[in-house]
């Protein structure tokens, strides 16, 4: 791990004021990014706490300039209750009406998902120079994981590709997930982190000498900020 970088640590009072101060502070990325450089790249999380926050954005953001990734998927249909996309879709884009062709979703219901990945990777990285994303929205699992970097799994020793299929035993399936490369190389980080189930893995991911997997990244160059309500920051001794 590189030098401890210091991530900003914003505490809300609870879940509608985390999705207030997100929302607000992500209108400010997707105007900055439009401004210096015609278009905003954010890859979404699924979760239940983005699901609470996408329908705030739907105003505010030009979703014209805004090229949508994400940030991984399970191996389902587009259309299945599991599919980040489809929670997405129905909670965000469609509200929006982000145009289609801006939405790259993961092609998770393929049969080889390791081609899917590289299919992933190269719509990514077209048309673009890092960092590969002006903002990656990312949760935090009660296990330290986030996105689909999961303890124990091959995605975390991962060193150069941006997007990977991974199996992920203790789930008992495969996901596709950015890598340590892709979001790392963010121009910025936002954890959304809400309820008392996340205090331990919070506390612990804020520690330098941590070694779950989010703590590679809340440690990492890009500016980091975590959003979380009172109960996810129980256990925080010095919040800044």
């Keep these: 791990m590189s030098e401890a970088a210091t991530p900003e640590i914003v505490v809300a009072a609870d879940l509608a004021a985390l999705v207030e101060a997100t929302a607000a502070r992500i209108r400010q990325v ?12 954010v890859a979404l999380a ?25 940030g991984d998927e399970r191996a389902v249909a587009p259309d299945d209750t599991q599919s980040n996309y489809r929670m ?9 009406a982000v145009p289609a062709t801006a939405v790259h979703r993961w092609h998770a219901e393929a049969a080889d998902l390791d081609a899917a990945a590289r299919d992933y990777e190269r719509t990514l990285r077209a048309g673009a ?10 949760g935090l699992g009660p296990d330290g994981h986030t996105a689909s970097l999961f303890p124990g799994t091959s995605a975390l020793a991962e060193t150069s590709r941006l997007a990977v299929a991974v199996d ?5 399936g495969r996901r596709l997930t950015l890598t340590y490369p892709a979001l790392l190389g963010a121009g910025a980080v936002f954890f959304l982190v ?26 990492g160059a890009a500016p ?10 129980r256990d925080i001794t010095s919040p800044s």
């Design 30 to 41: 997707a105007a900055a990014a439009i401004a210096a450089r015609g278009r905003f790249r």
């Design 46 to 70: 699924g979760g239940s706490t983005p699901r609470a926050l996408y329908p705030a954005l739907a105003d505010g953001v030009d979703w014209a300039r805004t090229q949508v990734f994400f």
């Design 88 to 96: 997405a879709r129905e909670t965000l884009l469609d509200r929006a």
């Design 129 to 138: 120079q890092p960092p590969w994303l002006d903002l990656a929205l990312l």
């Design 168 to 172: 992920v035993p203790a789930l008992g």
């Design 194 to 219: 809400a309820g008392g189930g996340k205090a331990a893995a919070l506390a612990d991911v804020l520690h330098p000498t941590s070694t779950l997997p989010a703590a590679r990244i809340v440690h």
């Design 224 to 233: 980091v900020s975590i959003f979380c309500d009172r109960a996810a920051a």
